[in-house]
């Protein structure tokens, strides 16, 4: 059985940082692309960022690109999501995902496998 964990979220002033953790089970990511979306309230479900494993290329949504950075820890089988210079328009639920006809950019509609989000809430 296939589970994505996501973790690290929590509440931030704006301009601060955090990092979120992607663990996997059932399946080695090493060969995957592996995406991150989030959900604010009121709002849909928005792509941000996508690493393919298969060769290192990284994507960004130009909202996050320069404050956000993915990365990949194969060994660990976890993805993360460094998120630097938090503004309180980046307040959602944040999650991973992955499936087998994962691609950059990591669309939604080809992913097959979600975890259940990590909400964080950028406020003073």
């Known amino acids: 059985q296939v589970q994505l964990v996501e973790s690290g979220g929590g509440l931030v002033q704006p301009g601060g940082s955090l990092r979120l953790s992607c663990a996997a089970s059932?399946?080695?990511?090493?060969?995957?692309?592996i995406g991150w979306f989030r959900q604010a309230p009121g709002k849909e479900r928005e792509g941000i960022s996508c690493?393919?494993?298969?060769?290192?290329?990284?994507y960004y949504r130009d909202f996050v690109k320069g404050r956000f950075t993915v990365s990949s820890d194969n060994a660990n089988n976890t993805v993360y999501l460094q998120m630097d210079s938090l503004k309180p328009e980046d307040t959602a639920v944040y999650y991973c995902?992955?499936?087998?006809?994962?691609?950059?950019?990591?669309?939604?509609?080809?992913?097959?496998?979600w975890g259940k989000g990590s909400l964080v809430t950028v406020s003073s």
């Open positions: 059932g399946l080695s990511l090493d060969y995957y692309a």
């Open positions: 995902a992955t499936g087998a006809h994962a691609t950059i950019p990591c669309r939604s509609f080809d992913m097959e496998y």
């Open positions: 690493i393919n494993n298969a060769d290192g290329v990284t």
